[in-house]
C-alpha cells in the first residue's frame, strides 16, 4: 500500500516510469493470452457456426386507463380555471393516437375515466387497432361534464377494478391539485383518505401496475398551502412506489402533449431524438429537414397542431411525395378535424426528409425511433447434429414489489428535484422465436488461432489507449427554439466540437452569446455513467430548467428545456439518454 501511494505522489518523471511498467505489463499480458488462446484452439473439438438469429415479435399489449380530472375548477372559474380551453383532452386524443398505431397489430387497449365527486367511465377499455375505434373513442371524450368535486380514490379503485392481468398495465392521472370532499375537511377526514390513497398505491404496487401522475399547477395551487404540504409529497410517493411510474409537474396546460408523449414513449420502449420543431407557422408556412440514419425499423413523427386545417406533408430529397416512393405509411388524425397527428413509416430509407406545415398557427413535432433489431449469435453442440432450437427468451418477471409508503399522519414535504422523464426501456422485454440455426463445414484451427491472437493485441492496444487520462469535456448539442439564432444564423450548436471543460451561455459575453438573453447558466462535466458522462448545470434567477427555477446545480438530461428569459433551447445528447436508459433498466431488473 505504500508503494502505491508513493508511485501516485511521485513527480511527473517517475510516473513516466510507471507508464512504461504498465506497457510492459500489457506486452506480457498479451504474449500470455495469446499462448492461452493457442492451448484451446488446438484441443478443443471443432464446432459448427451457426448463422445469426433474429427477434423480430412485437411487445405484449398494453392496457392504458387515463383519469382526468373534470372537477369545477378545472374549467372557467373566474379567470382561474386550470384548463378552460379542453388542451387536456387534447393532449389525451394525442397519447391514444399514438398508442398502437405503430404496432397495428398489437391488440393495445385504452380507457378513459372522468374524475369529479363520482369516477365516471366515460370509455371503457377499447381496441386501439383500426381508425373508427378511435374515431369512437374521441368522439367520447370531446364533450367532458362538470363533475363538481374531486374524488381521486374513487377514481384508482375503479380504473384497477377494470384492468385485467395483463403484461403491460398502466394508470395516468391528470389533477390541478388535491381531493375535495367538503369546504372544510376535518383534520381527521384528512388523514383518512391521505391513508386511503397510500393503501392504493400499495395494491397497485403489488398489483404490478405503475401509477403515472400530472400535476397541472398554476396560481391557485401554487397559493394553496395543503397542496405543497400535504398532496404534492403524496403524489411523488405514490407514483415512485409503483415503478416505473413518475411524478410530473406542468406549469400550463400547454405542457401537457409532451409530457404523455414522454409517458407513451416509455410504454412502447420507442426512442425519441426529442421535439425537432416548435414554432409559430408563418403566412408562407415552414419546413425543416429530418435526417435518417441507416438501420431503423421504424420511424414515428408526433405532431400537435393549433389549428386542425394545418397540413403537414413529407418529401424525399429529390422532392418526390415520400408516399410515391413505395415505403409503408401508416397514419392517425391529419383529416383536417383533429390537432394531433401521428406518422408511422416502416423501414424509412436512409438520407433526408423535408417536412412541410402550411397553416397559420403552432406546431409541435417530436421525431421518434424504433432501430432495427441486431443478430444474436447462436452455435451448436457439433457439426454433426442436427439443428437444435436455442430456448426462448421469455418476458422478464415484474419483480415484486413494496410500496414505500406506509400509512401515516399528514405527510411532511419534503424538497424533490422534478424528474425529467428520458426515454426508458419498455415495461416489458418481448418475447421472440428463434430462426432455426444453419450448420457450416469445420474449418482449419490455425486462422482462427492468428485471428483471435491479432483481434486480443488490438484489443489490448485499443484498451491502453483508451485508459489514458484526458480531460473531460462539455458533450452534446444546444437546438434553439422558437425562432432563436447565434449571431451567424445557427439554431443548433455542437457543443462537443468546442471542446470545453465549461460552457457558459446565455446573456453576453459569455462563451455562446444568446442575443436577448437575461441570465447566464453554465454547463460542465459530471461523472461517469456507463460509457457517456453527466453534465451539470448551474445558473441564476430568472433562469429556468425545464419549466422550473433552478436554485441549486443538477443534472442536465437529454431534452431538457433551457430557458433565459426570452430565448429558449433544447439540451441533446443521445448517448447520455442511452445511458440513462441502461442505468434505469440495471435497477429494475438486479436492483
Known amino acids: ?136 373513442l374521441f368522439a367520447q371524450i370531446a364533450d367532458p361534464p362538470r363533475l363538481g368535486w374531486t374524488d381521486h380514490l374513487a377514481a384508482l379503485e375503479l380504473a384497477q377494478s377494470q384492468l385485467s392481468a395483463s403484461p403491460r398495465t398502466a394508470i395516468i392521472l391528470l389533477t390541478d391539485g388535491k381531493p375535495e370532499w367538503a369546504n372544510a375537511p376535518t383534520k381527521a377526514e384528512q388523514i383518512a383518505y391521505v391513508s386511503a390513497l397510500q393503501t392504493k398505491s400499495a395494491e397497485l404496487a403489488q398489483a404490478g401496475i405503475p401509477l403515472f401522475i400530472i400535476l397541472l399547477a398554476n396560481q391557485a395551487t401554487d397559493d394553496d398551502p395543503d397542496i405543497a404540504a400535504i398532496w404534492q409529497p403524496l403524489w411523488r410517493q405514490m407514483s415512485a ?113 423535408t417536412l412541410h406545415v402550411d397553416g397559420l398557427g403552432r406546431v409541435t413535432i417530436w421525431q421518434d425511433i424504433k432501430p432495427a433489431p441486431t443478430p444474436t449469435p447462436t452455435s451448436t453442440p457439433s457439426s454433426t447434429s442436427a439443428p437444435t432450437a436455442v430456448p426462448q427468451k421469455t418476458a422478464a418477471a415484474r419483480p415484486t414489489v413494496t410500496a414505500a409508503i406506509t400509512p401515516s399522519p399528514l405527510l411532511t414535504p419534503t424538497p424533490t428535484p422534478q424528474p425529467t422523464l428520458t426515454p426508458s ?101 459530471g461523472a461517469m455513467l456507463a460509457d457517456a458522462r453527466e453534465m451539470l448545470i448551474s445558473g441564476h434567477s430568472p433562469f429556468r430548467l425545464n419549466h422550473t427555477p433552478l436554485t441549486h446545480e443538477t443534472r442536465l438530461t437529454d431534452t431538457a428545456i433551457l430557458d433565459f428569459g426570452s430565448v429558449r433551447a433544447q439540451y441533446e445528447n443521445l448517448r447520455l439518454r442511452r445511458a440513462e436508459r441502461e442505468a434505469r433498466f440495471s435497477e429494475q431488473e438486479y436492483g
Open 425 to 525: 426501456t419498455p415495461l416489458f422485454a418481448p418475447a421472440a422465436p428463434v430462426r432455426p440455426v444453419e450448420v457450416t463445414q469445420p474449418q482449419p484451427r490455425w486462422p482462427w488461432l492468428l485471428t483471435g491472437a491479432a483481434g486480443l493485441g488490438l484489443a489490448t492496444g485499443g484498451l491502453y489507449w483508451r485508459c489514458r487520462p484526458r480531460p473531460a469535456t462539455v458533450t452534446g448539442a444546444l437546438r434553439l427554439l422558437d425562432g432563436a439564432q447565434t449571431a451567424d444564423g445557427r439554431t443548433l450548436i455542437d457543443l462537443d466540437n468546442l471542446n470545453q471543460t465549461t460552457l457558459t451561455l446565455g446573456q453576453p459575453p459569455a462563451d455562446i452569446p444568446l442575443a436577448g438573453a437575461g441570465v447566464q447558466a453554465v454547463i460542465r462535466p
Open 1 to 136: 500500500m505504500k508503494r502505491i501511494k508513493g508511485i501516485l505522489r511521485s513527480p511527473p518523471s517517475r510516473r513516466r516510469g510507471c507508464r512504461g511498467c504498465r506497457t510492459g505489463c500489457f506486452l506480457l499480458f498479451l504474449l500470455l493470452a495469446a499462448l492461452i488462446c493457442g492451448v484451446i484452439f488446438l484441443f478443443l473439438p471443432q464446432t459448427a457456426r451457426a448463422a445469426p438469429e433474429f427477434q423480430t415479435d412485437s411487445p405484449p399489449p398494453a392496457h392504458v386507463f387515463l383519469l382526468i380530472d373534470n372537477s369545477n375548477s378545472m374549467f372557467e372559474k373566474g379567470g382561474i380555471g386550470s384548463d378552460p380551453a379542453l388542451l387536456r383532452i387534447d393532449a389525451a386524443r394525442l397519447f391514444l393516437a399514438y398508442l398502437g398505431v405503430d404496432e397495428p397489430d398489437t391488440p393495445h387497449q385504452a380507457g378513459v375515466i372522468f374524475v369529479g365527486s363520482q369516477a365516471e367511465t366515460a370509455v371503457p377499455l377499447t381496441l386501439l387497432t383500426t381508425d373508427q375505434q378511435r374515431a369512437q
Open 241 to 353: 412506489a409503483t415503478p416505473p411510474g413518475r411524478f410530473f409537474i406542468a406549469r400550463a396546460a400547454a405542457d401537457l402533449p409532451g409530457i404523455y408523449h414522454d409517458i407513451v414513449i416509455a410504454l412502447t420502449g420507442n426512442e425519441t431524438v426529442g421535439i425537432i420543431l416548435d414554432t409559430a407557422v408563418p403566412a408562407n408556412g415552414s419546413q425543416t429537414t429530418i435526417h435518417i440514419p441507416p438501420h431503423l425499423a421504424r420511424l414515428t413523427l408526433v405532431i400537435s397542431k393549433s389549428d386542425p386545417a394545418q397540413t403537414i406533408t413529407l418529401t424525399t430529397g429529390d422532392g418526390r411525395p415520400l408516399a410515391d416512393s413505395g415505403v409503408t405509411i401508416r397514419r392517425a388524425g391529419g383529416d383536417g378535424r383533429t390537432r394531433e397527428e401521428v406518422w408511422v413509416i416502416e423501414q424509412p430509407p436512409p438520407g433526408e426528409l
